[in-house]
């Protein structure tokens, strides 16, 4: 008899659900997870189609809350919304209703908020857990439906690890049963089950970029921007295949290294420039280097054999520029002077985020910057923090910690 009512009446609780939610100008079936930094894919890229780029200029800010001093981005898998922030010297991981914005659990440990403050890496979602890692090295696994911890590391004490300068900042990127973190000179492997090590590389310093995961010859490897180097690795042994040295002040290769094929390209700001490389073996041959590209720490795009990215300090601002470099040669096609900030796309639409919280989105074309909408102000205050693309709308980020959700069906 209970089993009949529940049937019964399922329909009907369906149907208002879906009412409610047309309603609110929600389609949860439309939605694409995005469930780790830069993506379902790991390239800044959404595939949804369900949204209209012009309804910008009249945009609505569906929910809006505070999530504490940061940088992290967001993740969200099944309409759980996962970020990191930092108060009074406590990092906070959040769980919240990517629907309407409500919180859903919290987790709360000590950690300094340090020079540039609060969290820089993003929550990382596979299956039933998510994994966070603070400025400070504190690695932790969740249950994703309640945030009970499973297990937590302290990196830094465990493997004889320091943190970069400003702090741990690349992501947890899964790979089968791994955790690989850009940690030590090129990286470490921990076990996404136990935390237990699977391989670690030499003691010391790593850069700030989150491991590329890819295809060589059959075999899965890890390219990760390093202190001094670019180094690319084995992903199931560790062992480190081949390197190419690539030094900055203050040693801040922070921008992801972009893999394309059996190329490599990497980025660094203060005179480093940029280059293309290619996979050969042992040795990296180098196709083109130049200066075209000077990216401090936001990460490319790359559609259709063209790079986009921000060149530029982020201590200049306004005088940043959105640039288009051809892949094979590294000629500037063209630049658009926008700001500092960061970049994504939705298919062949680039969204940019400037530090000064004006949205623009624009074609993804090498033949012009073409604008199709923008907006200023939807936040106040630094915005370093890339935009995600989820259910048709874009989730923008301070660093005080304002989180808003846009609407762009109309």
Not at 240 to 262: E, F, I, K, Q
């Amino acid at each position: 008899m209970q089993s009949k009512y529940i049937v019964s009446v399922f329909p009907i609780f369906l149907c208002t659900l879906i009412l409610w939610l047309g309603r609110a100008g929600i389609t949860i079936s439309e939605a694409a997870d995005w469930p780790c930094w830069r993506g379902p894919n790991g390239d800044g890229i959404s595939t949804e189609s369900d949204w209209n780029p012009e309804s910008l200029n009249e945009h609505r800010i569906v929910w809006k809350t505070s999530v504490g001093t940061g940088y992290s981005s967001v993740t969200i898998k099944a309409q759980h919304l996962y970020t990191m922030g930092n108060k009074n010297n406590v990092d906070t991981v959040y769980c919240l209703d990517a629907v309407t914005g409500n919180e859903i659990w919290h987790y709360s440990y000590p950690c300094r908020q340090g020079q540039y403050p609060g969290p820089r890496a993003t929550p990382t979602i596979d299956g039933k857990y998510v994994y966070t890692l603070s400025r400070d090295g504190y690695l932790f696994c969740f249950n994703a439906e309640n945030g009970k911890v499973r297990w937590k590391k302290n990196i830094t004490s465990k493997f004889n690890v320091r943190p970069p300068t400003w702090g741990f900042a690349g992501s947890p990127v899964v790979e089968d049963d791994m955790l690989i973190i850009n940690a030590g000179v090129w990286g470490i492997a921990l076990n996404k089950n136990t935390g237990k090590k699977v391989w670690t590389s030499k003691p010391g310093t790593g850069g700030y970029a989150t491991p590329v995961i890819y295809d060589y010859k059959g075999n899965r490897c890890a390219a990760i921007f390093g202190e001094k180097a670019l180094y690319t690795v084995d992903v199931e042994t560790g062992k480190l295949l081949w390197s190419y040295p690539w030094r900055t002040d203050h040693d801040a290769n922070a921008a992801d290294p972009l893999v394309v094929g059996n190329r490599v390209f990497i980025s660094s700001n203060y005179g480093s420039g940029c280059a293309l490389l290619e996979m050969t073996g042992k040795e990296p041959k180098v196709l083109w280097k130049n200066r075209s590209m000077n990216s401090h720490f936001s990460s490319f795009i790359y559609l259709d054999g063209y790079i986009y990215g921000i060149d530029g300090h982020a201590a200049n601002n306004s005088r940043n520029v959105l640039r288009c470099l051809d892949i094979k040669t590294g000629e500037v096609m063209w630049g658009k002077t926008l700001g500092f900030g960061s970049l994504i796309a939705v298919n062949d639409k680039l969204i940019l985020l400037n530090y000064r919280g004006d949205l623009f989105i624009a074609k993804a074309s090498p033949a012009s910057y073409q604008e199709v909408s923008r907006v200023r102000g939807v936040l106040t205050r630094t915005c370093w923090t890339p935009p995600v693309f989820w259910n048709g709308g874009i989730i923008c980020r301070n660093l005080r910690g304002d989180l808003i959700y846009i609407d762009l069906k109309k």
